[in-house]
T-cell receptor, first 111, second 113 residues
Framework: GESVGLHLPTLSVQEGDNSIINCAYS??????FIWYKQESGKGPQFIID?????DKRQGQRVTVLLNKTVKHLSLQIAATQPGDSAVYFC??????????FGTGTRLTVIP | DTGVSQDPRHKITKRGQNVTFRCDPI?????LYWYRQTLGQGPEFLTY????????KSRLLSDRFSAERPKGSFSTLEIQRTEQGDSAMYLC???????????FGSGTRLTVV
């Protein structure tokens, strides 16, 4: 069945270091992925997305890599800041009208 | 427009009572979604509206749950005869027709005691 999962439930990084959050998916037909950030007490916030015709997409301090061969994607955050502390989800649209979210990875930035 | 608004932010209710939540989406977004999120989990899809039409409902949306979007703008989610298992964060999101980059509200946290 469909699944979008994250390799680690928690990740702690030192402020200024780079963070890498991983996500595996099982549906070979999945062709679009979205990363969301959810801070405590708030709804998820769109960070970046990637389509399957791309291997890499860059935003401001964030990069998403997609490896279709092993059905894996990662979110890289450069120069991690305390404000990056949150739960990060990868999400996969199921059909046209809803998103399937993984469990999430809690990123803690150590000052 | 300040984004997606949800009201109330918190609701505590006794088991068996009915509750209703409201969502005001971004005005130019014609798609509106309800998700439920329990502690330590990702959001789970409940239902989707395009304009005033409810086009998709999850199996999670039991017959005690009903959602409406009467004028294609704000939406309400009602839970009848609440149960302790309904305790969760209820998230609303909206998007334009061709955009999966939903904008989520801050949610309504429901606690059933």
């Amino acid at each position: 069945g469909e699944s979008v999962g994250l390799h680690l439930p928690t990740l702690s990084v030192q402020e200024g270091d780079n963070s890498i959050i991983n996500c595996a998916y099982s549906n070979s037909a999945s062709d679009y992925f979205i990363w969301y950030k959810q801070e405590s007490g708030k709804g998820p916030q769109f960070i970046i997305d990637i389509r399957s015709n791309m291997d890499k997409r860059q935003g401001q301090r964030v990069t998403v890599l997609l490896n279709k061969t092993v059905k894996h994607l990662s979110l890289q955050i450069a120069a991690t800041q305390p404000g990056d502390s949150a739960v990060y989800f990868c999400a996969d649209p199921l059909g046209a009208n809803n998103l399937f979210f993984g469990t999430g990875t809690r990123l803690t930035v150590i000052p | 427009d300040t984004g997606v608004s949800q009201d109330p932010r918190h609701k505590i209710t006794k088991r068996g009572q009915n509750v209703t939540f409201r969502c005001d989406p971004i005005s130019e977004h014609n798609r509106l979604y309800w998700y439920r999120q329990t502690l330590g989990q990702g959001p789970e899809f409940l239902t989707y509206f395009q304009n005033e039409a409810q086009l998709e409902k999850s199996r999670l949306l039991s017959d005690r749950f009903s959602a409406e979007r009467p004028k294609g703008s704000f939406s309400t989610l009602e839970i009848q005869r609440t149960e302790q298992g309904d305790s969760a964060m209820y998230l609303c999101a909206s998007s334009s027709a061709s955009n999966y980059g939903y904008t989520f509200g801050s949610g309504t946290r429901l606690t059933v005691v």
